[in-house]
């Protein structure tokens, strides 16, 4: 019978570390693709995946269940993403990193043949506008286009109101349109 | 605001499925018969389209154990006091609550060296300074001191000093100006 996540937590608690693993391996695939979203680097991405469960790990016993383990391991990694991209940003060389990064996922997303986006010109166009938008505005793309979240749990996983949600969803759909124009 | 700027802000939500029933109908039959809202619905789908196509194609996925053993290591890792410090000061100190607590520090700390004015005894801050404002007008014109006085000086800190008959005359200032 699988635990469910309130159990795994509690017995992490009480010093199980395979109840932890159990949970690691539970979410680490989509934790992983939320922050690279957010990073654009898959070395970066995985880097930080990985310090997200040691951070969770150590906080664990401070988790209170008021939120959902979800919730609560998407906000940790979400806040150290949006601390990396601002790293990025003051480090240029960090920056052309993540470009090569975003370059080659290119290259290989071009030979995808489940890939719903063939056209390579808007590809590129679109990366760059994500790219170009504030780590709050892109979290928000992020949680909604890859994990489908609603706009309640992308507010408690952000610590914003859905109002903050919709107005920076909306924002940012704005800015991705006007730059996609020609694309559309 | 127009009906149909009203929509195309509501789109974005009926297609996220966050508008109730209530709310979602008059979105629909709106964009059904208005040309320039099934554009804007159609561009938003295709936005979202292409998003997904980025986001989730570029994800290839990762192998458990690999992964898994670099999050073991960390946890048995011996880490120094300074790393946890670390952590601890950039989970404390979050930029939000440094825009509201350094401003507040400087009220503190203004309001404490400013004690001293209204209880006397306390002397806080070191030495005991009082502070007074002088204001004379005799023949050369209207000044204004700030004077600061402690047990053995008395320092000037600011003066301002104007010609007589400058605001009377309402003459240009420019020309004799306030003194520092």
Same mark, same amino acid.
């Given at each position: 019978?699988?635990?469910?996540?309130?159990?795994?937590?509690?017995?992490?608690?009480?010093?199980?570390?395979?109840?932890?693993?159990?949970?690691?391996?539970?979410?680490?695939?989509?934790?992983?693709?939320?922050?690279?979203?957010?990073?654009?680097?898959?070395?970066?991405?995985?880097?930080?995946?990985?310090?997200?469960?040691?951070?969770?790990?150590?906080?664990?016993?401070?988790?209170?269940?008021?939120?959902?383990?979800?919730?609560?391991?998407?906000?940790?990694?979400?806040?150290?993403?949006?601390?990396?991209?601002?790293?990025?940003?003051?480090?240029?060389?960090?920056?052309?990193?993540?470009?090569?990064?975003?370059?080659?996922?290119?290259?290989?997303?071009?030979?995808?043949?489940?890939?719903?986006?063939?056209?390579?010109?808007?590809?590129?166009?679109?990366?760059?506008?994500?790219?170009?938008?504030?780590?709050?505005?892109?979290?928000?793309?992020?949680?909604?286009?890859?994990?489908?979240?609603?706009?309640?749990?992308?507010?408690?996983?952000?610590?914003?109101?859905?109002?903050?949600?919709?107005?920076?969803?909306?924002?940012?759909?704005?800015?991705?349109?006007?730059?996609?124009?020609?694309?559309? | 605001?127009?009906?149909?700027?009203?929509?195309?802000?509501?789109?974005?939500?009926?297609?996220?499925?966050?508008?109730?029933?209530?709310?979602?109908?008059?979105?629909?039959?709106?964009?059904?018969?208005?040309?320039?809202?099934?554009? !804007?619905?159609?561009?938003?789908?295709?936005?979202?389209?292409? *998003?997904?196509? +980025?986001? #989730?194609?570029?994800?290839? /996925?990762?192998?458990?154990?690999?992964?898994?053993?670099?999050?073991?290591?960390?946890?048995?890792?011996?880490?120094?006091?300074?790393?946890?410090?670390?952590?601890?000061?950039?989970?404390?100190?979050?930029?939000?609550?440094? !825009?509201?607590?350094?401003?507040?520090?400087?009220?503190?700390? *203004?309001?404490? +060296?400013? #004690?001293?004015?209204?209880? /006397?005894?306390?002397?806080?801050?070191?030495?005991?300074?009082?502070?007074?404002?002088?204001?004379?007008?005799?023949?050369?014109?209207?000044?204004?001191?700030?004077?600061?006085?402690?047990?053995?000086?008395?320092?000037?800190?600011?003066?301002?000093?104007?010609?007589?008959?400058?605001?009377?005359?309402?003459?240009?200032?420019?020309?004799?100006?306030?003194?520092?």
């Amino acid at each position: 019978m699988q635990l469910s996540d309130r159990e795994l937590v509690q017995r992490c608690q009480a010093g199980e570390m395979n109840a932890f693993q159990d949970l690691v391996s539970r979410y680490h695939q989509k934790v992983y693709m939320v922050i690279l979203g957010l990073l654009r680097n898959r070395e970066d991405a995985l880097d930080v995946a990985q310090e997200t469960f040691f951070r969770a790990y150590r906080k664990i016993n401070s988790f209170q269940g008021d939120s959902s383990f979800y919730t609560w391991i998407y906000r940790i990694a979400v806040n150290m993403s949006i601390d990396a991209q601002r790293r990025q940003k003051r480090n240029p060389l960090d920056f052309r990193a993540s470009m090569d990064g975003v370059l080659e996922a290119q290259h290989e997303v071009a030979k995808d043949p489940f890939g719903d986006v063939h056209d390579k010109e808007l590809r590129e166009k679109l990366v760059q506008a994500i790219n170009g938008l504030t780590p709050e505005h892109k979290a928000v793309i992020v949680l909604r286009t890859i994990e489908g979240r609603s706009y309640k749990d992308i507010g408690e996983i952000l610590g914003c109101s859905e109002g903050t949600v919709m107005s920076r969803l909306h924002y940012a759909r704005k800015k991705l349109q006007g730059k996609l124009k020609a694309f559309l | 605001m127009t009906n149909c700027e009203n929509i195309r802000d509501s789109i974005g939500r009926w297609l996220d499925g966050e508008l109730s029933a209530g709310e979602s109908e008059p979105v629909r039959a709106h964009v059904a018969a208005c040309p320039e809202c099934g554009e !804007a619905r159609r561009q938003l789908e295709s936005l979202q389209r292409a *998003l997904r196509g +980025v986001l #989730l194609t570029e994800a290839t /996925p990762i192998e458990f154990m690999p992964f898994w053993r670099e999050v073991q290591r960390r946890i048995n890792q011996k880490r120094a006091w300074y790393e946890d410090f670390l952590d601890w000061a950039r989970e404390v100190f979050t930029a939000p609550r440094i !825009a509201w607590g350094v401003p507040a520090v400087i009220v503190l700390l *203004l309001a404490a +060296v400013s #004690l001293d004015s209204y209880f /006397p005894g306390t002397r806080f801050g070191g030495s005991r300074n009082s502070f007074a404002s002088v204001e004379s007008i005799d023949a050369h014109g209207r000044s204004v001191a700030l004077l600061r006085e402690n047990e053995s000086k008395t320092t000037v800190i600011w003066l301002y000093q104007n010609e007589e008959g400058e605001n009377e005359t309402g003459e240009d200032s420019s020309k004799s100006g306030p003194t520092f």
